[in-house]
């Protein structure tokens, strides 16, 4: 058994992480059409690694997507621009801090990965229950 993530709170969370990553890579245009918000998702649940800029960035983005529809296309232009525009996305240095663990209302480990609807469904829902948490839902 794997013991709980100390960042997101669940447990084998980066082996689901995976597994939906080779689920989404096997088939682009019906597990993957949310790849997007997956990655997203999985990123603002483990900070640990990233800026503070990035995260910024991160959780703006998902509220775009999620509430505004911003589309795949749209937020590739959009990550290169903020590459361009210098952005550091990964901490140099280790956080001097223990990570903060939030007590959010659904993790990765909640996604089911039996049928694309099903999938779909509960990325969309993963990532409502994430700006819910950040309180940045509108
Ligand atoms: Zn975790």
């Known amino acids: 058994m ?3 993530c100390p960042e997101c ?4 969370c980066r082996d689901k ?3 939906m990553l080779a689920l989404e890579f096997e088939s682009p245009t019906i597990f ?3 790849h997007h918000i997956t990655v997203i998702c999985y990123n603002i649940q483990h900070p640990h690694e990233f800026t503070e800029e990035s995260l910024a960035w991160m959780r703006l983005s998902l509220r775009a997507i999620i ?3 911003l589309s795949p296309a749209e937020l590739r232009k959009q990550v290169r621009k903020t590459i361009k525009g ?3 996305v990964k901490r140099h240095a280790e956080p001097s801090q223990e990570p903060l663990t939030r007590n959010w209302s659904m993790t990765i480990t ?5 049928n694309p609807e099903g999938y779909r469904e509960d990325i969309n829902a993963w990532a409502r229950s ?4 950040l309180n940045i839902e509108s």
Request: charged share 25%; glycine share 18%; no cysteine.
């Open 110 to 114: 909640d996604i089911r990965t039996e």
């Open 86 to 88: 210098g952005v550091q």
């Open 17 to 19: 992480f995976e597994s």
């Open 9 to 12: 709170g669940a447990a084998g």
């Open 2 to 4: 794997s013991a709980n």
């Open 32 to 34: 993957g059409a949310v």
């Open 67 to 69: 509430v505004d529809g």
């Open 130 to 133: 994430i700006l819910k948490d």
